[in-house]
C-alpha cells in the first residue's frame, strides 16, 4: 500500500513531532516530564544559564536533555531513512549519550517503546491520511429506497 516514498514524506514529520516531545516540551518516552536533577549546583548553573557551551533559555528552562545542543542536532532532518515498509530515526552520532541518559532514568526511546503515545497517535494519522490519498478517501455511497 504505502512505499518508500510515502514514508519519506511521513519521516520528517514524525521526526520533528519527537523533537518537540522530547527536547521542548520536556517529556520522555513515558510522557512524563524528566525527572528533577539530582546534582542541585548543576540545576542552578542550568537555570542560570552558566553551563559550558549551553545554547539558549530553551536548555535553561527544562530538565530536558538539551544543554549544548548537540544531542537535538544530531536528530537533524538528514536522521531518517525510508524504506518500502516504514521508516527509521535515530540518533546518528549520539548512542553513548543517549546510552548514558537511559542510565540516569531519562529514557529517550527504549526497546519496548520506540515513541511516545502522542508520536505515535500522531504517526497513525499521518499513515492514514497517506492511504487515504491513494485510495481516494472514504467512497462510501448510501443509497436511499424509497416505497
Known sequence: MLDKKDFA???????DEYR???FFKGK????????KYKNKKYEQLKSAGALPRQQGSVSAALTAPVVSTDLLRDFNKYDFKARNNGF?????????IVESLVK??????????????????FLDQEIK?????KLGGDTTTIHKIKK
Open 88 to 96: 527509521s530515526i535515530g540518533f546518528i552520532k549520539s548512542g553513548k
Open 28 to 35: 520522555d518516552v513515558n510522557d512524563k516530564s524528566f525527572p
Open 129 to 133: 491520511k497517506a492511504i487515504d490519498r
Open 9 to 15: 514524506k511521513i519521516a520528517p514529520e514524525v521526526r
Open 20 to 22: 518537540s516531545h522530547v
Open 104 to 121: 540516569r532514568g531519562r529514557l529517550l526511546t527504549t526497546k519496548e517503546k520506540a515513541l511516545p503515545n502522542s508520536v505515535a497517535k
